[in-house]
Each structure stands twice: as structure tokens, then as C-alpha cells.
């Protein structure tokens, strides 16, 4: 296996536990609504397909009804006001990262998520200074599953894909760093739903946890050789 020189991280369900904000949310505008509150397991069943799938689920209407721009308007009004009340970074996250920034590995960000958003996290999380790469949909023409913006972040990073891990927690994510061809990784502690079945998406390695990730890597780093 080639040397490993970069990680790349999706950011929703892979770094960031941000179901709690969106259940928080939810609720409120379900309670505004009169109606009745929606749990945890649903949220995270329906993040990683976006705010429409959340808010479709919660108020058990058609994600093509036409209600669904209304409460996907209020839903993105709140998130901008309440981001980061409820969210967190899974645990062990940071010494990740400070595993990779000892051992001269760079890393970055490669979301689906907006950057207004996604910079107000990385802000928060005070991760914004410690990469050069950030890679929003705002930032390519083509979000993943295409593999533009993770060649993006490679470019920012001036690390070669052969070189570079993608990490994430959905099938898209593993079929941009597969068509990047770079190492992929799946994150089975993620926002799967209950038809998701991680081990059949082709992933190089899986994942229970952030920091199986730093036995991976010493499992799998050539032996001898600087990261440089």
C-alpha cells in the first residue's frame, strides 16, 4: 500500500454528531405545528439524505409535497441561529486529529454540506486553522458523489490521491474516493439508515469508531518510510 500522506474527512456523521441540533430543531417546529415530537434514531436515519428526507419523515408528508419548501426554509432559518447548541464532535475526534498532526499527516474536510454552515462548525470546533482544505458544495460544480471536490482538497493540500484516505459515513462518499481513487474508508458509527448495509459499499477498511482509524493507519503506513 502507497505511503499515507493525507486523510480526508466527510463532516456530518463522520466527525460531527449534528443529528442532536437537527432533532432539536425538528421538534421545535413540529411543537409550533401541533405536532408530535420525532426521535433521535429517526434523524439520524434520514440525515445523510438532507434536510428535505428529515423534514418529509418528521411531518410524514411527500418529499414532493409541495409544504416541504415552506418547512425547509424555517428549517434552514433556525439551523443558521441554533447550529452547534446540541452538535458534537464524536468522541476521541481530536485526539484523531492530533494523532495525524503528530505524525506529519495532513487532513481535511470534504462535505456535502453548505459552507455557511459548515464554517460556523468548523469555527466552533476551533478546527478551522488546522487544515487548508474545506471542500463545500459551494466550491465545485459537482458535489459527490462526484469526485471533483475531493481533487479539489488534494490540490489544496498538494498531496497525490494515491497517497490520500477518504473517510465517510455513506455510499456516496465511498464511490467519490473510489472514482478519486483514493484508500476509502466506511464509518458504520454514521447516519445509516435501515436499509444501509456499510460492509456492501467496497469500502477499502470499516469503522466502529474515529479512532480505529489510528490503527489503521499504523497497520497500514510502509514501514521505514517518512510521511514527508
Request: glycine letters at 4%.
Amino acid at each position: 500500500m502507497n505511503k499515507i500522506k493525507a486523510i480526508l474527512f466527510d463532516l456530518d456523521g463522520t466527525l460531527l454528531d449534528s443529528a442532536p441540533d437537527f432533532l432539536y430543531i425538528i421538534n421545535l417546529m413540529l411543537e409550533r405545528h401541533s405536532q408530535q415530537p420525532i426521535s433521535l434514531v429517526t434523524v439520524t436515519q434520514q440525515a445523510s439524505n438532507g434536510a428535505n428526507a428529515m423534514l418529509a419523515t418528521a411531518f410524514k408528508i411527500s418529499i414532493d409535497s409541495s409544504e416541504l419548501s415552506a418547512l425547509k426554509a424555517e428549517f434552514l432559518e433556525r439551523y443558521l441561529e441554533l447550529i452547534n447548541v446540541k452538535s458534537s464532535l464524536y468522541p476521541n475526534v481530536n485526539q484523531l486529529l492530533d494523532y495525524l498532526d503528530e505524525q506529519g499527516i495532513l487532513w481535511g474536510v470534504v462535505t456535502n454540506k453548505p459552507a455557511k454552515y459548515t464554517q460556523l462548525i468548523m469555527d466552533h470546533f476551533k478546527l478551522s486553522n488546522r487544515t487548508k482544505a474545506i471542500i463545500c458544495p459551494d466550491h465545485v460544480k459537482h458535489p459527490k458523489p462526484n469526485p471533483q471536490a475531493l481533487f479539489l482538497a488534494g490540490s489544496y493540500l498538494g498531496i497525490s490521491n494515491a497517497n490520500t484516505w477518504y473517510v465517510g459515513d455513506h455510499l456516496r462518499d465511498i464511490q467519490a474516493g473510489q472514482a478519486a481513487q483514493m484508500t476509502t474508508v466506511g464509518c458504520r458509527y454514521g447516519y445509516l439508515n435501515s436499509h444501509d448495509e456499510c460492509d456492501t459499499w467496497g469500502a477499502d477498511f470499516i469503522i466502529d469508531q474515529p479512532q480505529q482509524l489510528i490503527a489503521l493507519i499504523e497497520q497500514h503506513q510502509p514501514a521505514n518510510l517518512p510521511i514527508s
